[in-house]
């Protein structure tokens, strides 16, 4: 009973420890993610992509963000200090949060463009999720708000649906065009995680509010994290048809996710920005390292 104790404790003071840091996300971000960003930052295509993506924004989220109830001081008081907390680690403005019923299950998204970000959080994940998962998807929206994806994102799911109306072989076109498209989301989506680890600040708590994604109503409290990990990869492995579904998925599968947070979580970048102590025993991976094993687990094939 002690040492269970002890184990609450020292994650409450690791998780207070995050909300004084300020870090740069480029710095932990994917190479694959970052290095896309670099290059559509250099060309300007964020600027000139900007009004238009507000106007689609307001046309397709309109409704959700003037019904939704909005985060702040007065209302859900909890989530927004875990959401300022967020914003300052980030160095970015506190975005504009609702919480709705505009989207269904245990989910939440970022949209939006750098000048006027958003975040909708379901009312689910809002009442099911607790606190320190919730922080977890929180940061990570904000992750990819600090990461300027919102932009990218939603013009990258505009073509795709345009390319639907091209007579005959506008869905083929469509969906080959994504694949490079989907690669760099599914790349984009670890750097976020990353970002929902380092502000929640516990590993196992991350996981669990990745697993809740797929668990729904149910109770996963008794769900062995490595065993999951183990049993989805094993059946993945068995598969070929079922993998190529993974090429058209915006979103890793989660037990890749999940993967992938333990990897980062025993990675040389992730105590340099948290300012952790590892033991003595403990051996880091490089960020060559992880860089290598993260990308190896994203392979489709």
């Given at each position: 009973?002690?040492?269970?104790?002890?184990?609450?404790?020292?994650k409450?003071?690791?998780?207070?420890?995050?909300?004084?840091?300020?870090?740069?996300?480029?710095?932990?971000a994917?190479?694959?993610?970052?290095?896309?960003?670099?290059?559509?930052?250099?060309?300007?295509?964020?600027?000139?992509?900007?009004?238009?993506?507000?106007?689609?924004?307001?046309?397709n989220?309109?409704?959700?963000l003037?019904?939704?109830?909005?985060?702040?001081?007065?209302?859900?008081?909890?989530?927004?200090?875990?959401?300022?907390?967020?914003?300052?680690?980030?160095?970015?403005?506190?975005?504009?949060?609702?919480?709705?019923?505009?989207?269904?299950?245990?989910?939440?998204?970022?949209?939006?463009?750098?000048?006027?970000?958003?975040?909708?959080?379901s009312?689910?994940?809002?009442k099911?999720?607790?606190?320190?998962?919730l922080?977890?998807?929180?940061?990570?929206?904000?992750?990819?708000?600090?990461?300027?994806?919102?932009?990218?994102?939603?013009?990258?799911s505009?073509?795709?649906?345009m390319?639907?109306?091209?007579?005959?072989?506008?869905?083929a076109?469509?969906?080959?065009?994504?694949?490079?498209?989907?690669?760099?989301?599914?790349?984009?989506?670890?750097?976020?995680?990353?970002?929902?680890?380092?502000?929640?600040g516990?590993?196992?708590?991350?996981?669990?509010?990745?697993?809740?994604?797929?668990?729904?109503?149910?109770?996963?409290?008794?769900v062995?994290?490595?065993?999951?990990?183990?049993?989805?990869?094993?059946?993945?492995?068995?598969?070929?048809?079922?993998?190529?579904?993974?090429?058209?998925?915006?979103?890793?599968?989660?037990?890749?996710?999940?993967?992938?947070?333990?990897?980062?979580?025993?990675?040389?970048m992730?105590?340099?920005?948290t300012?952790?102590?590892?033991?003595?025993?403990?051996?880091?991976?490089?960020?060559?390292?992880?860089?290598?094993?993260?990308?190896?687990?994203?392979?489709?094939?």
């Amino acid at each position: 009973m002690a040492e269970k104790i002890i184990n609450i404790v020292e994650k409450g003071r690791q998780w207070k420890q995050t909300d004084n840091l300020q870090i740069n996300i480029h710095d932990i971000a994917h190479p694959v993610d970052k290095n896309l960003i670099a290059v559509l930052e250099a060309a300007n295509i964020n600027t000139l992509l900007c009004t238009p993506m507000e106007q689609l924004v307001e046309a397709n989220y309109g409704t959700a963000l003037m019904t939704g109830i909005v985060v702040d001081e007065k209302n859900f008081p909890d989530i927004y200090s875990d959401l300022k907390a967020c914003a300052k680690t980030l160095n970015i403005n506190i975005p504009y949060t609702v919480v709705s019923n505009g989207i269904s299950g245990i989910n939440a998204f970022a949209t939006g463009t750098d000048r006027k970000p958003y975040i909708v959080i379901s009312n689910l994940a809002a009442k099911l999720l607790t606190e320190a998962e919730l922080k977890f998807i929180l940061a990570h929206e904000c992750g990819h708000i600090a990461m300027e994806h919102m932009v990218y994102h939603t013009a990258g799911s505009l073509a795709q649906i345009m390319g639907g109306f091209v007579p005959v072989i506008g869905g083929a076109l469509s969906k080959v065009a994504s694949f490079p498209l989907n690669c760099w989301n599914r790349c984009s989506e670890i750097t976020a995680d990353r970002i929902g680890l380092i502000c929640c600040g516990d590993l196992h708590t991350s996981q669990m509010a990745l697993l809740k994604l797929v668990g729904g109503f149910t109770d996963i409290s008794d769900v062995e994290i490595e065993h999951y990990i183990v049993q989805s990869r094993t059946l993945r492995n068995k598969q070929v048809l079922g993998r190529l579904g993974e090429y058209f998925s915006t979103h890793p599968v989660i037990y890749k996710r999940m993967e992938a947070l333990n990897l980062f979580a025993d990675s040389e970048m992730y105590y340099s920005i948290t300012k952790n102590t590892a033991s003595s025993e403990k051996k880091l991976y490089t960020d060559a390292e992880l860089n290598e094993k993260v990308s190896d687990l994203l392979h489709v094939f």
